[in-house]
């Protein structure tokens, strides 16, 4: 038996703990090296941890939404071991009728606590694009920008670097922005409801990458908008 520990990363300085999101893998299934076991969040970012070696998942030691340390062991892997079967359980019964099981997305936690204080149920939300919310917010208004007669521009980034989970630090828009995606088929909408902002922006080349700062004070929105023409 070669028992491999499964450990939390290590976080930078400025983060004391972060959350185990969802396993990826139950006790007893097969692992492949490289392989994503679970998404662990910070409160910038969210971060995937592989598999570093193949084999079984043979322990489980922290679950989902749990608090966890830099270098916390949190999963058992035996190189040697092999793997359970797990039954597909397929549709429930309920009530004498088989009703299939109700796919419910992954959420942050801090996302889960803002559905359950909204009344918002989880399995109603859609969205399963990439980007973060100073991309989101960049998004957003670039939906309305066309609406000021007077050229306009603005910037939304996180002064760490690091918007969601992604490489870019946010995005800029200006009064073009819709023009020109539509000029190149894409639909601002389509994306705003997705929550693809990072991939629009990217087919734009308005993605604003600064690489990590280092520096933590928030986020940052700017917005140029050109004087009313003179008389």
């Known amino acids: 038996m070669s028992i491999i520990e499964v450990k939390v990363p290590q976080l930078s300085e400025s983060v004391s703990e972060a959350t185990l999101l969802t396993w990826h893998k139950q006790a007893g299934a097969t692992v492949a090296e490289g392989e994503n076991l679970i998404d662990i969040e910070t409160d910038k970012v969210v971060l995937e941890l592989p598999a570093s070696k193949s084999g079984v998942l043979t322990r489980i030691i922290k679950g ?3 608090k966890v340390t830099s270098n916390e062991l949190i999963a058992q892997i035996d190189t040697d071991a092999k793997a359970v079967a797990v039954p597909d359980v397929g549709a429930l019964s309920v009530g004498g009728e088989l009703v299939e099981p109700r796919a419910v997305p992954v959420l942050p936690p801090s996302v889960r606590k803002l559905a359950r204080e909204n009344e918002i149920d989880a399995a109603n939300l859609h969205g399963s694009g990439r980007g973060g919310r100073n991309q989101e917010f960049a998004l957003a208004a670039a939906t309305r920008l066309p609406r000021i007669d ?3 521009v603005l910037a939304s980034v996180g002064s760490d670097g690091v918007d969601g ?6 995005a800029f828009a200006d009064s073009t922005t819709v023009v020109r995606a539509r000029q190149r088929g894409l639909d601002p909408m389509q994306y705003l409801d997705d929550n693809d902002s990072w991939t629009f922006f990217e087919s734009l080349g308005d993605l604003v990458r600064t ?3 280092g520096t933590n004070v928030g986020d940052l929105q700017v917005a140029l908008i050109a004087p009313p023409a003179g008389p």
């Open 64 to 66: 989902d939404g749990e």
């Open 150 to 152: 007077r050229v306009s």
């Open 165 to 170: 989970p992604t490489d870019a630090a946010g």
């Open 211 to 213: 690489g990590v700062t």
